[in-house]
């Protein structure tokens, strides 16, 4: 059974930097493909970073380019994602998501988190 479990959103203000974490188990952070999603009120879901096989690639939204870093902790089976120069527009619903990268990439991942909020003010 896959659990996916998000940690570390808030309230920011622009320019200000979190960390989300996602404590995974059933199944192995390091194998397959693993991804952060976002969803603000009103907007479709959008995939914000994805990285694949323990950090053999990486991919990053347009958006969050520069600004954002995926990166994984194999010991603990956790899923993370450095979030620096926050910006309004980064308010949403971030979700830990994993499956085959087939499905990761094509946004239909089988498995979910139930998100923690990011909520950046000006």
């Known amino acids: 059974q896959v659990q996916l479990v998000e940690s570390g959103g808030g309230s920011v203000q622009a320019g200000g930097s979190l960390r989300l974490s996602c404590a995974a188990s059933?199944?192995?952070?390091?194998?397959?493909?693993m991804a952060w999603f976002r969803q603000a009120p009103g907007k479709e879901r959008e995939g914000v970073a994805r990285?694949?096989?323990?950090?053999?690639?990486?991919y990053y939204a347009d958006s969050v380019k520069g600004r954002f870093t995926i990166s994984q902790d194999n010991a603990k089976n956790t899923l993370y994602l450095q979030m620096n120069s926050l910006k309004p527009e980064d308010t949403a619903m971030y979700y830990c998501?994993?499956?085959?990268?087939?499905?990761?990439?094509?946004?239909?991942?089988?498995?979910w988190g139930r998100g923690t909020q990011v909520t950046v003010s000006s």
């Open positions: 990285i694949y096989a323990g950090g053999v690639s990486t």
């Open positions: 998501a994993a499956d085959t990268c087939q499905r990761v990439v094509a946004g239909r991942p089988n498995y």
């Open positions: 059933g199944v192995t952070v390091s194998r397959g493909c």
